[in-house]
């Protein structure tokens, strides 16, 4: 029952109208009610007032002078009849039953709001809570004489009438026994109804029959010996083991078994490195043989496969498991030590793969898991911006369970120094997502809280919080001493037996399983790890199995192969003007912006003329024909839909009633469809899900866009950790655009640099392209040549912003077409001096390029002749050499608008160097052009901005 609900409740039976038409009077005027009735009403306290005020209004309607009217069932007889005829008791009688009924109500609301305080979740014994008053009866004015009397509650906790002393049984043994409930901070009454009518009478208490109580026996006895023969055979390693937390494995087991009864098909595990390991065999059913023989130090990968691979406590592996008759897809993905970090990634990886099944409504197909550690749920940002994007509607997943193994410690950092609130999980309730709390060491209390949430999950499509209340047998890794920080904790930690040894007595002393069998169950298990442990001298891995499912037909590629092949990008002239003219029209009734309207116009007659294609539009039709071609197109990050800079306008709203209309979804019937979110204003988590869903489907374009590409540097841990790295690492492939406008035009140090210099600093063995276009057509072949190349890597785009509406920035719809390809180097394209007359080569890449061309015809320079590299990485060699090879008499320079230490100078010089020193051309090295070297990459004034820009075009061109 919702608690705004509870104290309406008692307004039911005989004198239920007669209190309510009091209690209306009252509000209007004390004086006109009896005086009792005036001290009680005055007499609760404010939370109380507000519960009764909230649950009258709800359930009676407004009188015409602000007070309640009954509904016409509930009004009181004529002449002081009660209810079916009876006499109404006398007011007093009447005032201390209602008084009794409240009392009661407002003990019972304590214990749904606070009961959680006094649970027993503590294994360790040391986390002892004082009594909170209100959870007394006495608070409520109840003293030891008045324990047993009956009072009226109305089937609250299932009850008529019951005494205090019935009531408290129920209570403490629903909110303060081993499960501990906070969830009256929700909003929404049905799922607060739905916790509470699935909590109240704790009917946890005897549900395990003898099967599921042997079946819980076994899953800890492999949880626990798994972590046991590790230590024995590898005395030392760092494996971040489980003990101490081992009900985490059946709470995952439970919760997937759960889901996959209610119409689960796939579910993706994102967890750090603690327990990863007991996961990745117990829950994935990685072969034990293969993790011993990581233990061993081989690798995870084929020999012949490239990559430098990661520890074994960061892989990911995945699996079909049958539940019920029913096959299941289960993947651990694969997570770095920054340990949050996975958790967007998990999120975007759920989307896709339900974007992919089309469902796109309940979001039931596809569930997420999420492993959390106490003091990483509590102090990492990230948690909150992957939990913000829980319901947004380009981000929900229909929900994720997050379980948080919660062992009291973070490294060496006690609670009370991890976190200000009462609980690590207490940002959860940002999005009003129920907490459940649980001793670990309560395996069947686990195991049923984990079925709630998943049951929670999947029938109302949001998150929810199972933390696991434990410890940490060991230090922060097995090598490291805790006493050292935290000695009266360990003191204790080693006088515990074990979970499983615990459940096992329990289970012995009421006869559910002998102590013989559960030494059986053990010593079976200890059998099959000594038998994969024998296997694991002769295990190698023999197939690139992340290039099967949905990635088949895919291949991996490495340095040197192909690195300037051209792809088949180019479309045809008639469906560039399918897709060009889509890009124009709106509806008739569709009330579109004047000022777009005249640039839709404008865009129309550069289509049908073939001339003066900007960058927006350029964009739009590499979009659009991949649509037609059946590729899904999904573009994220923040104000996407209309551009930062007004430029992009890829969804229309009407001017009146504020609908929506999305030109490239209205191509012709049977196209694709286009997706263009506006995220919530965070970086880390929202590049982290546009890279997971990456990783699920790679036949979709998947583009994430900054704001300013100097924002980007907020997600820096996932581009350094996933998007850079993650092929070499892992195996995994991303075909992520990542979208980040970048130009020095006076905007101030945030607003100018992408930072270009921490992308190429990162590549290496052909991980990712880095580029910086100058032409609508080149940025439209890049885009394409992401689904078009039968391999996949992560592209970096420095986006422009002047340059979007430019006059010279533009290409002709030819360009697009029949014949045309992307363009590794551009070389010089203005009528200039013959080869050999050219006295000075500039390089250069992007923006930068038009400053030099006006500033060249406005001095009528004809000596100088200027190459565009517009890929940076990988390097364009065979192209460059191609550019520079006609100009033997010419010095080469490289110029960039960014500080010499900044941009891609200390890239591209010795590779330029390489180039030219294989020519025979004069120039053996390029010389620098640019800014002084500068700890900010811009400067704030417009003046001084100017004077620098000016400078080094000149210096450049040496005029």
């Known amino acids: 029952m919702a608690g705004v609900d509870i104290l309406a409740s008692a307004m039911n039976g005989a004198n239920a109208a007669y209190l309510a038409d009091t209690y209306a009077r009252w509000i209007e005027d004390p004086s006109k009610v009896d005086p009792s009735f005036a001290e009680l009403f005055t007499a609760l306290n404010d939370d109380a007032r507000a519960v009764l005020t909230d649950a009258m209004g709800a359930s009676w309607a407004p009188r015409p002078r602000g007070g309640f009217a009954p509904p016409e069932e509930a009004k009181p007889a004529a002449k002081g009849g009660g209810k079916g005829g009876a006499p109404a008791a006398d007011p007093e009688t009447t ?166 009864g209610q119409g689960v098909n796939e579910v993706v595990i994102g967890m750090a490195h603690r327990g990863r390991l007991n996961v990745l065999v117990n829950v994935v059913k990685k072969p034990f043989m293969q993790v011993f023989a990581e233990f061993k130090g081989s690798s995870f990968k084929p020999d012949d496969v490239q990559g430098s691979g990661d520890v074994k ?11 019920n008759g029913k096959t299941v897809h289960l993947s651990l993905q694969p997570n770095p030590s920054h340990l949050e970090a996975v958790n967007p990634v998990v999120a975007g990886k759920v989307r896709a793969r339900q974007d992919m099944a089309g469902d796109v409504k309940t979001r039931t197909s596809v569930m997420g898991i999420l492993l959390h550690g106490d003091a990483a749920f509590a102090g990492q940002g990230l948690v909150y911006e992957t939990l913000a994007m829980s319901q947004l509607i380009g981000y929900r997943t229909g929900g994720t369970i997050h379980i948080v193994t919660n062992n009291q410690i973070g490294f060496t950092t006690v609670p009370v120094h991890a976190y200000s609130g009462l609980y690590c999980t207490d940002v959860a309730k940002s999005v009003q997502a129920p907490i459940i709390h649980v001793n670990g060491d309560d395996p069947e209390a686990v195991v049923w809280c984990a079925r709630l949430c998943a049951e929670f999950r999947m029938r ?287 905007q101030g140090p945030e607003h100018s640099s992408a930072r270009l210099e921490r992308y190429l600093q990162l590549c290496a063995e052909r991980n990712i392209r880095v580029c910086n276009f100058t ?77 030099l061309v006006q500033e060249r015809q406005a001095k009528g320079i004809d000596d100088v002749a200027l190459i565009r590299v517009e890929q940076l990485y990988p390097f364009p060699e065979k192209s460059l050499s191609e550019a520079l090879a006609p100009y033997k008499n010419a010095e080469v320079v490289w110029c960039q608008e960014e500080p010499e230490n900044n941009g891609a100078w200390t890239f591209v010089d010795r590779r330029i160097e390489g180039v030219l020193k294989k020519l025979d051309i004069k120039a053996k090295r390029p010389d620098y052009v640019g800014r002084d070297a500068a700890a900010s990459p811009a400067t704030g004034l417009a003046k001084v901005y100017q004077t620098q820009q000016d400078a080094l075009v000149r210096a450049a061109l040496g005029a």
């Open 775 to 851: 032409t609508p057509a080149n940025y439209f072949h890049a885009l394409r040549r992401q689904l078009k190349a039968n391999y996949r890597k992560p592209l970096v785009i420095m986006t422009p912003k002047s340059l979007l509406r430019h006059k010279l920035a533009v290409s002709s719809l030819a360009e697009f077409g029949p014949g045309s390809a992307f363009r590794y180097v551009i070389p010089e394209v203005e009528a200039i001096a013959p080869d050999e007359k050219v006295k000075r080569v500039v390089l250069c890449t992007g923006k930068v390029y038009y400053d």
């Open 313 to 323: 406590y960061h892989l990911g592996t995945s699996t079909d498991i049958e539940i």
């Open 460 to 746: 109302f499509q949001a998150d929810v919080v199972l933390d696991i209340v434990c410890y940490r047998r060991h230090g922060h890794n097995e090598g490291d001493e805790p006493a050292f920080t935290q000695p009266v904790m360990y003191n204790r930690i080693r006088a515990m037996k074990t979970t499983r040894t615990l459940y096992a007595e329990r289970l012995a002393a009421e006869g559910s399983v002998t102590a013989a069998d559960a030494a059986s169950i053990l010593d079976g298990f200890n059998a099959k790890m000594e038998d994969a442990f024998q296997a694991a001298a002769s295990f190698k891995p023999n197939k690139a199995d992340w290039l099967e499912g949905h990635w088949s037909g895919l291949k991996a590629v490495g340095n040197g192969e192909g690195v300037e092949q051209l792809h088949e990008t180019a479309v045809s002239l008639d469906t560039l003007r399918e897709v060009g003219g889509a890009l124009c029209r709106v509806p008739a009734d569709f009330g579109a912006n004047p000022k777009i309207t005249r640039q839709l116009e404008v865009k129309k007659n550069a289509i049908e003329g073939g001339e003066g294609i900007d960058w927006a539009t350029g964009e739009a039709l590499a979009f659009g024909t991949l649509l037609l071609e059946g590729h899904r197109v999904r573009l994220s990050g923040e104000d996407v839909q209309r551009g930062t800079f007004s430029q992009r306008h890829a969804v229309l709203v009407d001017q009146v009633g504020q609908q929506e209309y999305v030109p490239l979804n209205n191509i012709k019937e049977g196209q694709a469809k286009f997706e263009a979110f506006n995220s919530l204003l965070a970086e880390f988590g929202v590049l982290g899900f546009d890279y997971g869903y990456s990783l699920a489907d790679p036949r979709t374009l998947v583009l994430w866009e900054a704001q300013f590409g100097d924002f980007a540097n907020g997600a820096q841990v996932i581009i350094d950790q996933f998007i850079a790295s993650g092929e070499t690492k892992w195996l995994r492939m991303s075909g992520l655009v990542m979208l980040l406008p970048h130009g020095q035009e006076g």
């Open 95 to 260: 005032r201390r039953a209602v008084l009794d009924s409240i009392r009661a109500l407002m003990l019972i609301r304590s214990y749904r709001v606070r009961g959680h305080l006094e649970a027993q979740l503590d294994p360790l014994g040391l986390q002892v809570t004082p009594p909170h008053p209100e959870l007394s009866p006495k608070f409520w004015g109840f003293e030891e004489a008045d324990l047993d009397r009956p009072i009226f509650i109305d089937k609250v906790l299932g009850l008529e009438t019951a005494t205090i002393r019935q009531i408290m049984e129920r209570l403490r043994a629903t909110y303060c026994g081993h499960i501990g409930v906070e969830f009256m901070h929700i909003q929404d009454p049905d799922q607060k109804s739905w916790i509470q009518q699935r909590i109240e009478g704790a009917p946890w208490a005897g549900s395990f029959d003898a099967a599921e109580k042997r079946k819980l026996l076994s899953q800890l006895t492999e949880a626990e010996g798994f972590e046991a023969f590790c230590a024995k055979k590898y005395v030392g390693t760092k494996r971040f083991g489980l003990e101490g937390g081992e009900s985490t494995i059946p709470a995952v087991l439970a919760t997937i078994e759960t889901g996959a």
